[in-house]
């Protein structure tokens, strides 16, 4: 891997990739987008997976931020559609977060309007720290429940989750650095909601085409409501290469 701007360099190690994705060092809630795309702007693959567009080169940068993040946002469909598995630590991070005054390990934020989630998966019987799940507060009570068991579940408004409460929450619980890893859906509403601060996107050298069998349209990397002045402008921060694979680092302003 080498980096292409802001300025050419050799081939970067582990440690540089950290480097290159370094958080900001205060107490304010910081959300970054974690996605990866084929050069025609699909977000999966035929199989409805982000893995089958990925690289190794996207899953060091993919490891290097989450493990560097307080915590995982995602949304209950990328965990069942994915199979999110626990946290495990990175011994090459550790020293990285320990200065950081972080935990081993990020924890998991899982946003879901049903409450449908497979309570004995090893995402919730192995992991470090118990997932949070944020909730509408009418849940089923048998739902609630289950989840109650494994998880630490946060709930707000009746029938929805509202995401800047979100964010606060885990704000609250000095879980600064925030990692969405989506879907499009979630991702898309953090994006209308003004909460978004920086997007690393992953463009693999594969090209989509107009739609997969059995799906009526390819998801992009937002999806649901409109930006509320879109086009948006961000900022180019850096441009790593690998193989072919850009990985691009953009900060909205």
């Given at each position: 891997?080498?980096?292409?701007i802001?300025?050419?360099?050799?081939?970067?190690?582990?440690?540089?990739?950290?480097?290159?994705?370094?958080?900001?060092?205060?107490?304010?809630?910081?959300?970054?987008?974690?996605m990866?795309?084929?050069?025609?702007?699909?977000?999966?693959?035929?199989?409805?997976?982000?893995?089958?567009?990925?690289?190794?080169?996207?899953?060091?940068?993919?490891?290097?931020?989450?493990?560097?993040?307080?915590?995982?946002?995602?949304?209950?469909?990328?965990?069942?559609?994915?199979?999110?598995?626990?946290?495990?630590?990175?011994?090459?991070?550790?020293?990285?977060?320990?200065?950081?005054?972080?935990?081993?390990?990020?924890?998991?934020?899982?946003?879901?309007?049903?409450?449908?989630?497979?309570?004995?998966?090893p995402?919730?019987?192995?992991?470090?720290?118990?997932?949070?799940?944020?909730?509408?507060?009418?849940?089923?009570?048998?739902?609630?429940?289950?989840?109650?068991?494994?998880?630490?579940?946060?709930t707000?408004?009746?029938?929805?989750?509202?995401?800047?409460s979100?964010?606060?929450?885990?704000?609250?619980?000095?879980?600064?650095?925030?990692?969405?890893?989506?879907g499009?859906?979630?991702?898309?509403?953090?994006?209308?909601?003004?909460?978004?601060?920086?997007?690393?996107?992953?463009?693999?050298?594969?090209?989509?085409?107009?739609?997969?069998?059995?799906?009526a349209?390819?998801?992009?990397?937002?999806?649901?409501?409109?930006?509320?002045?879109?086009?948006?402008?961000?900022?180019?921060?850096?441009?790593?290469e690998?193989?072919?694979?850009?990985?691009?680092?953009?900060a909205?302003?």
């Amino acid at each position: 891997m080498q980096t292409l701007i802001p300025h050419r360099s050799g081939l970067m190690s582990p440690a540089g990739v950290a480097d290159a994705y370094a958080w900001p060092d205060d107490d304010q809630p910081f959300v970054r987008a974690l996605m990866v795309a084929t050069a025609d702007g699909a977000a999966r693959s035929p199989k409805g997976l982000s893995g089958g567009i990925s690289s190794a080169g996207d899953r060091l940068v993919f490891g290097t931020v989450r493990g560097l993040s307080d915590v995982i946002l995602v949304g209950a469909q990328t965990v069942r559609s994915e199979q999110y598995g626990p946290q495990r630590e990175r011994p090459e991070l550790a020293a990285r977060r320990e200065q950081a005054g972080q935990a081993p390990t990020p924890r998991i934020a899982i946003v879901t309007r049903s409450g449908e989630l497979d309570v004995d998966a090893p995402l919730f019987t192995e992991s470090q720290q118990a997932p949070l799940i944020f909730a509408p507060r009418n849940l089923p009570e048998a739902v609630r429940a289950r989840l109650d068991e494994v998880a630490e579940v946060v709930t707000f408004a009746d029938d929805t989750v509202p995401l800047p409460s979100v964010v606060e929450h885990l704000s609250r619980l000095q879980l600064h650095r925030i990692v969405c890893e989506g879907g499009p859906s979630l991702l898309g509403e953090i994006a209308s909601c003004g909460l978004l601060n920086e997007v690393c996107l992953t463009v693999t050298p594969l090209l989509a085409g107009g739609s997969y069998p059995g799906q009526a349209t390819i998801p992009r990397i937002l999806a649901g409501p409109a930006l509320p002045e879109a086009p948006q402008d961000v900022e180019l921060v850096h441009i790593l290469e690998d193989g072919g694979t850009l990985f691009l680092r953009y900060a909205l302003r």
